[in-house]
């Protein structure tokens, strides 16, 4: 879901208790691209969770996944 220009609605949100990720498998996550800059998933093959650049999914350590 895009959430357009409402997004600067949280851009200082603070959240109690905990935010769920989308979870795939490698062969399942959605394209980079089609996910956009910022976007964290969970990894269920790598068992990570890893981070859109907007034209690659890197994990934690910057490494392309």
Do not use: E, M
Not at 2 to 25: Q, R
Not at 29 to 51: K, Q
Request: charged share 10%; hydrophobic share 50%.
């Amino acid at each position: 879901n895009d959430l357009g220009t409402t997004s600067l609605k949280w851009k200082n949100a603070l959240f109690a208790g905990f935010v769920g990720l989308g979870v795939y498998t490698t062969a399942a996550r959605p394209a980079a691209a089609t996910a956009g800059i910022g976007a964290v998933i969970y990894d269920s093959t790598l068992g990570l969770p890893i981070f859109s650049t907007g034209s690659a999914w890197k994990n934690a350590a910057g490494t392309v996944v």
